[in-house]
Antibody, heavy 120, light 110 residues
Framework: QVQLVESRGGVVQPGRSLRLSCAVS????????MHWVRQAPGKGLEWVAL????????YYPDSVKGRFTISRDDSKNTLYLQMNSLRAEDTAVYYC?????????????WGQGTLVTVSS | QSALTQPASVSGSPGQSITISCTGTSSDVGGYNYVSWYQQHPGKAPKLMIY???NRPSGVSNRFSGSKSGNTASLTISGLQAEDEADYYCSSHTGTSIPVFGTGTKVTVL
């Protein structure tokens, strides 16, 4: 069955960096667009990154553009989110997700989420 | 990249039908038939309930249905049940940008 498992988040100081990973199984990783979505405590969902199935196209909202980088390693069936210059407002549960197809329009499968806390 | 607008809360009694609206613009909801709906129970990951405006993934109850008119999409839950109490989020494709979520709606079963 489809499984997505995010790496452990943790507490990081403002201005520092953190890389999240998402190990997937149960499907052909290279055939699907992949997503990162976050949810601040008590708040709604926010898309933070999208990568096409072939890795050629990447999309970010203005809130993280220039600071976050999404990437994929199809040989390792793993999705990454490199987060630099972290801010307090980046504190959230981060979910990785698999697109339903290749379009990058909806998340059909979700990981369990990992909490990232940005605090001194 | 503004969030789509949803009512903060909607409530109904068991067995009733409720409808959640999701209002965007011609650049997102109104421009594409790529509206999705997600259900999220407390402490859990979201679950895809509707995609492409009105399609249900395998395993999702037919009590959930979606529609769209102009810049507003809607999710209807028929025969409301206790387990439907959750937060619901719409989302839409935005063309060349990243998709966008709605503000979220808390559904309460009275």
């Amino acid at each position: 069955q489809v499984q997505l498992v995010e790496s452990r988040g943790g507490v990081v100081q403002p201005g520092r960096s953190l890389r999240l990973s998402c190990a997937v199984s149960g499907f052909t990783f290279s055939s699907y667009a992949m997503h990162w979505v976050r949810q601040a405590p008590g708040k709604g969902l926010e898309w933070v990154a999208l990568i096409s199935y072939d890795g050629n196209d990447k999309y970010y909202p203005d809130s993280v553009k220039g600071r976050f980088t999404i990437s994929r390693d199809d040989s390792k069936n793993t999705l990454y989110l490199q987060m630099n210059s972290l801010r307090a407002e980046d504190t959230a549960v981060y979910y990785c997700g698999r697109d339903r197809l290749r379009r990058g329009t909806e998340v059909e499968y979700w990981g369990q989420g990992t909490l990232v806390t940005v605090s001194s | 990249q503004s969030a789509l607008t949803q009512p903060a809360s909607v409530s109904g009694s068991p067995g009733q039908s409720i409808t959640i609206s999701c209002t965007g613009t011609s650049s997102d909801v109104g421009g594409y038939n790529y509206v999705s709906w997600y259900q999220q129970h407390p402490g859990k990951a979201p679950k895809l309930m509707i995609y492409d405006v009105s399609n249900r993934p395998s395993g999702v109850s037919n009590r959930f249905s979606g529609s769209k008119s102009g810049n507003t999409a809607s999710l209807t839950i028929s025969g409301l049940q206790a387990e439907d109490e959750a937060d619901y989020y719409c989302s839409s494709h935005t063309g060349t940008s990243i998709p966008v979520f709605g503000t979220g709606t808390k559904v309460t079963v009275l």
